[in-house]
């Protein structure tokens, strides 16, 4: 019997996605599921999510609660991070400050200057995570879902010993896309991707074996699939590669889309995929949330269980190294140990990785083309400045990192970007004791 602890389990959508996911393995179906939580209400309800799952699935398993952190991680074999450190009313500093400045932000939790102050919030809670998990399981799996990944992924590695793997959905997601505007099976489908999180690229895309890239190319003059994805499939179009993270994201990733009202208008407003590309949807829709969260509470607790497993890792890297061991390789973030030769040794970088009972295994990738790790390269030095300035509690040195970022760059001076940063410092003053 294995025990897997959810730090962060008021996150019930993903903690009953993964719940499920695991459990639907014979070889993990007796499992402790172990749920942590800062929020007794929504620990509550988790709790009465998970025990409906075991139920209707008929699983072995066993689940049980804690707002107890040390207490929850006790003799863990895996560790499951989706955790959030401020609320939205803290959130929205780090999308409305930077607007007043001219520098537009669509969702913010990944980089750019939210991005970076997110992790700022985070890093301090994530490495005293991470410092539990070496006292109390020291030989556990930890696989961290929260954002901004390479940052949180990053600090950990440079804190503590832990083995911790950075897992998101967006190289999956996208390859389904993909397939589906081919019109292909996607077990027809191979890739080879790699780069930073959120700026992964397939460097290969082949279905039954052979190129694809001619026919995707060729589909971007239908206009259906051309403004499903604006951004991204002008990316494709300049750049020759496919990046793995949604139009919304990557509009916000680079100096082309965001910096004047007509680009946005153009290719950020309508063509985005699943997240609308104008300025603040995330911001709106987690406000929209904070007005009807008793309603979701209660709604998790009535809405039928679903037992179909889903394409999220967590649940077969669990399965391949503590479960029947079937091998599993999957895209993951992880510290670069020369796994891709033209970004920073040390960085965090997100690579096809094997999982087997022998644990990770990251598979040495080469080169990303040369343009594309311009542009990785930017955001991989300047977020392990911003990791640099969290562990030291160097404000300077967050100042210097979102000063390097494109679409900040693109749009404000030097004297522009001190003055918002230390207006965003005075705004999150209350959550970033590590630099009074």
Not at 162 to 189: F, K, Y
């Amino acid at each position: 019997m294995s025990k897997f602890t959810f730090i962060g389990a008021g996150s019930i959508g993903f903690t009953r996605k993964l719940v499920t996911d695991i459990l639907s393995f014979p070889s993990l179906a007796e499992s402790t599921i172990t749920l942590m939580d800062i929020d007794g209400d929504r620990l509550e309800v988790v709790k009465k999510v998970v025990e409906r799952i075991i139920k209707v699935g008929n699983f072995p398993a066993k689940v049980e609660a804690t707002m107890n952190r040390a207490e929850a991680l006790q003799g863990a074999d895996a560790v499951i991070c989706t955790i959030l450190v401020g609320g939205v009313q803290t959130f929205r500093h780090d999308i409305e400050i930077p607007k007043k400045y001219g520098v537009d932000i669509n969702v913010g939790d990944t980089r750019g200057p939210a991005g970076i102050f997110r992790a700022l919030r985070t890093i301090p809670v994530m490495v005293d995570i991470a410092k539990d998990i070496e006292k109390h399981c020291p030989n556990a799996i930890f696989l961290n879902y929260t954002n901004p990944m390479t940052m949180l992924c990053k600090a950990v590695e440079d804190s503590t010993n832990v083995n911790i793997v950075g897992l998101c959905h967006s190289v999956q997601h996208t390859a389904e896309m993909l397939a589906r505007w081919l019109e292909a099976p996607i077990d027809e489908i191979s890739y080879t991707c790699f780069g930073i999180n959120h700026l992964a690229f397939y460097t290969e895309f082949k279905w039954n074996g052979n190129d694809a890239y001619p026919q995707l190319r060729k589909l971007m003059e239908n206009p259906v699939v051309y403004n499903e994805e604006l951004v991204r499939n002008e990316m494709f179009l300049h750049l020759d590669y496919y990046v793995t993270e949604s139009s919304g994201h990557n509009s916000e990733y680079n100096a082309w889309f965001r910096k004047r009202p007509d680009l946005i208008e153009k290719y950020c407003t309508h063509g985005t995929g699943w997240n609308p590309g104008e300025h603040a949807y995330i911001l709106h829709e987690y406000l929209a949330q904070e007005e009807t969260w008793k309603d979701e509470l209660k709604a998790n607790l009535e809405d039928p269980i679903d037992l179909t497993r889903s394409t999220e890792y967590a649940s077969y890297i669990l399965n391949a190294i503590l479960g029947d061991g079937t091998l599993f390789t999957f895209n993951g973030n992880i510290e670069n140990r020369g796994y891709i030769d033209n970004l920073p040794n040390g960085s965090n970088v997100e690579v096809p990785i094997l999982a087997s009972k022998h644990g990770f295994d990251p598979i040495k990738v080469g080169n990303m083309p040369e343009h594309l790790a311009i542009l990785a390269n930017t955001h991989a030095r300047s977020e392990s400045l911003a990791v640099e300035a969290s562990l030291t509690g160097d404000k300077r040195k967050v100042f210097q990192a979102i000063c390097m970022d494109p679409l900040t760059s693109a749009v404000l001076s030097l004297a522009e970007i001190h003055a918002m940063v230390d207006e965003l410092f005075e705004a999150n003053k209350a959550w970033l004791p590590n630099f009074q």
